[in-house]
């Protein structure tokens, strides 16, 4: 797979990336992964998306990243969530958001905590938020505690 072009991985269906190993998966080329559309990502298993690394993984573009489903991100391990970029948690669907495990929550820094925006903080649980540390509590900006609804403030103010 190293020697595709951008082009020719560009051009591959779902179902030609459905049939790559995890290591081929996470062989390939930064620019190489960027060629694929959020719908190839999409079709990825659980298997192959664990062949990501983490730098494939920061290295998806706001496009490929927001085009994930909660099913996809679901096969994402915290160390992969934590090594996501600010721009790429603001990227996620609110609907993603929604269905983060407490697992994965407990991965993000302050600064990606930081980077949830007002339309996906309505969607954390206050399952979510107090099981935050109190490191990730600081990370909320006073206009995301602002959006929170009573439930998460009091969430909030248990978790820190």
């Known amino acids: 797979l190293r020697g595709l072009t951008t082009t020719q991985i560009g051009g591959l269906s779902a179902?030609?990336?459905?049939?790559?190993?995890?290591?081929q998966i996470g062989a390939l080329a930064s620019t190489q992964l960027g060629a694929l559309s959020a719908t190839n990502l999409s079709a990825l298993d659980a298997t192959q998306v664990g062949g990501l690394t983490t730098t494939q993984v920061a290295g998806l573009s706001v496009t490929q990243i927001g085009g994930l489903s909660a099913t996809d991100v679901e096969e994402l391990s915290a160390t992969q969530?934590?090594?996501l970029r600010s721009t790429q948690i603001a990227?996620?669907?609110?609907?993603?958001?929604?269905a983060l495990t407490t697992t994965e929550i407990g991965a993000l820094s302050s600064t990606q905590i930081a980077a949830i925006t007002i339309t996906q903080i309505d969607q954390l649980s206050t399952t979510n938020i107090t099981a935050m540390t109190t490191t990730q509590i600081a990370g909320f900006t006073a206009t995301q505690v602002q959006s929170m609804d009573a439930a998460q403030v009091e969430a909030y103010v248990l978790a820190s």
């Not at 179902?15 to 290591?23: L, Q, S």
């Open 91 to 98: 990227g996620l669907s609110t609907t993603v958001i929604g």
């Open 15 to 23: 179902t030609d990336t459905n049939e790559f190993t995890a290591t």
């Open 81 to 83: 969530i934590g090594s």
